[in-house]
């Protein structure tokens, strides 16, 4: 991961709302035979006393399950939009392009549920996702008492304690205003996560040029 400190989002709230709006995440751990293992789960970010965890379910007896049981340390990507950026689009084109993305990384150990945490997981989950419908037939309290015995047999829960949080918010940062604004233009021109992407460019565009402020290129250099 990156470790330019004009790539890091410092704010915690901003982190916290991209964990909410991307919480498809990328889990990966390995056995202690070093045999990775990785997986794709949607979580949920809860804070408690301070601190940061996530939780989820996954299929028992796969790869994944047998790793983490064997080796709780684990990591967990979250990823937003990105997209290719052409340096053609700069003052100065003579540089290699670049790509804009977004990413939050989470190191920590692993707890599995209990039976009566994975049923409160569940409701809570499916709850979110229906839009807070309790009148959905998909949702964990709706669902017929045969379905949820054999579906809640054949998953296990579980819950990270966030030991290390990073993050990358690579959006042009170390461009100058002029090329700032014309990556935001092309973007916005190329639609779908590019035009995701400009938007969250043009929010952090006023902090990043204060008006009457010389852009000083120097601060970027590594």
């Known amino acids: 991961m990156y470790h330019f400190s004009y790539f890091?989002?410092?704010?915690?709230?901003?982190?916290?709302?991209?964990?909410?709006?991307?919480?498809?995440?990328?889990?990966?751990?390995?056995?202690?035979?070093?045999?990775?293992?990785?997986?794709?789960?949607?979580?949920?970010?809860?804070?408690?006393?301070?601190?940061l965890y996530v939780q989820g379910h996954i299929m028992r007896n796969t790869d994944h399950h047998k790793a983490l049981m064997e080796n709780p340390n684990i990591l967990v990507v979250f990823t937003g939009p990105s997209t290719y950026v052409s340096a053609s689009w700069y003052s100065n084109s003579q540089?290699?392009?670049?790509?804009?993305?977004?990413?939050?990384?989470?190191?920590?150990v692993i707890r599995w549920m209990t039976a009566e945490e994975l049923v409160q997981l569940m409701k809570t989950f499916t709850l979110k996702h229906e839009g807070g419908n309790s009148s959905s037939p998909t949702i964990y309290d709706n669902l017929p008492e045969t379905y949820v015995d054999k579906m809640m047999a054949g998953i296990t829960g579980f819950e990270i304690k966030v030991n290390k949080l990073d993050n990358v918010f690579k959006l042009s940062q170390n461009r100058d205003e002029k090329s700032y604004m014309n990556i935001i233009a092309k973007l916005e021109e190329k639609g779908g996560e590019s035009a995701l992407i400009a938007a969250e460019m043009k929010k952090r565009k006023a902090g990043l040029f204060p008006e009457g402020e010389v852009w000083d290129a120097n601060k970027f250099e590594s």
Not at 27 to 39: E, H, I, K, P, Y
Not at 95 to 108: F, L, P
Request: net charge negative.
């Open 95 to 108: 540089m290699g392009s670049t790509w804009n993305y977004m990413s939050v990384h989470m190191q920590g």
């Open 8 to 51: 890091k989002e410092k704010d915690r709230q901003t982190i916290l709302a991209f964990l909410e709006q991307h919480p498809f995440a990328f889990m990966t751990g390995s056995f202690n035979n070093c045999t990775q293992v990785a997986t794709q789960v949607p979580m949920l970010t809860v804070e408690r006393d301070g601190e």
